[in-house]
């Protein structure tokens, strides 16, 4: 009997020990990435500047991560295409993707959207890159000189004045309904097909103003075709140093835009580092921080912990406007 229970004991120990030795070894695979092509999956366009930026950062973590990293595109519903494909692929870090403010803290909380999840929650950080700074532009021959010549126009006029977007729901066309809630004032949006016909439409003076991404119409401003009036977020513009911030004449107003790296929300956090770190050395190379800036952008690294609190932020304060405004997918 004795002998037995020995016996069991002895066998009971050899299994716990091969269970704690499956468990290490599963441990030590998860602190790897796989043994198979990496990718970075791109929500936008090939050509531009969001497809390049993707473009840029495979590039530069190819030779951290010891393998070169190649760049998929998948279009459609503002990233959300994207989202979408990487949440329901295996979450074993052989994949991230190019995330937007538009996509994670945007599109998944308009009214009325049909989407097929909410990136903000099936998807998680991984790490930030890049800010876009946006900017209120009119046209050359506008009679506004300010910001405040804006308000008290829209004030004197209620209703009348008009602001373009490339659609509605984006940034751009949320921007405007933030402004429209803090200053109080009634204006009209003008959705197009697109940023570059809403930029024909206000040097043609057919529209007053929009609020855009600074990289959008950097060029028609140093041709002289738009006239910036102001900057939405709290930095100086290292490109217009001189354009004031909107938030000088419209307290609150702060409209930054970022791009980023997201991955699968199951992604082993293990693995989720391996990306960060390797997107955090590429970052400190002033090349390819030359770069990002001559495509419109901020160089900007946030690690997962300060991305995750900056998206967490950003949701909160689109929701109020998306609330405030009414503002459906349609």
Not at 46 to 67: E, F, H, K, N, V
């Amino acid at each position: 009997m004795s002998k037995n229970i020995s016996t069991k004991r002895f066998h009971a120990a050899c299994a716990m020990g091969a269970a704690m030795l499956l468990a290490a070894t599963n441990g030590m695979a998860q602190t790897a990435l796989p043994d198979r092509p990496l990718r970075i999956i791109s929500g936008f366009a090939p050509g531009g500047s969001s497809d390049t930026l993707t473009r840029l950062i495979a590039d530069a973590i190819s030779p951290t991560l010891g393998q070169r990293v190649v760049v998929e595109n998948r279009t459609g519903v503002n990233g959300v295409v994207t989202a979408a494909y990487v949440a329901q692929s295996p979450p074993d870090g052989s994949m991230i993707y190019q995330c937007s403010m538009s996509t994670l803290a945007i599109t998944p909380q308009l009214q009325g959207a049909t989407l097929p999840l909410d990136p903000g929650v099936e998807t998680v950080p991984v790490a930030n890159v890049a800010l876009s700074s946006y900017g209120l532009f009119v046209g050359a021959n506008a009679e506004y000189r300010s910001v405040a010549d804006i308000l008290a126009a829209a004030r004197a006029r209620p209703g009348e004045l008009t602001f373009a977007s490339p659609g509605a729901g984006s940034a751009q066309h949320l921007s405007g309904e933030l402004m429209k809630s803090l200053a109080r004032v009634d204006m009209t949006h003008v959705p197009y097909r697109g940023t570059a016909p809403a930029v024909l439409d206000l040097m043609a003076g057919r529209i007053d103003f929009m609020i855009g991404n600074l990289g959008d119409a950097t060029r028609q401003v140093q041709s002289g075709d738009l006239r910036l009036l102001g900057i939405g977020d709290p930095t100086r513009s290292p490109v217009f140093p001189d354009a004031p911030r909107i938030a000088d004449t419209l307290p609150g107003f702060d409209v930054t835009g970022w791009f980023g790296m997201c991955g699968h929300k199951d992604m082993p956090d293990a693995l989720r580092q391996i990306w960060a770190n390797a997107i955090g050395r590429a970052m400190q190379d002033a090349t390819l921080r030359k770069r990002l800036e001559d495509l419109g952008f901020t160089p900007h690294f946030e690690n997962t912990a300060d991305f995750t609190r900056r998206l967490a932020a950003d949701r909160r304060t689109w929701l109020a406007v998306i609330r405030a405004g009414n503002v459906s997918a349609n």
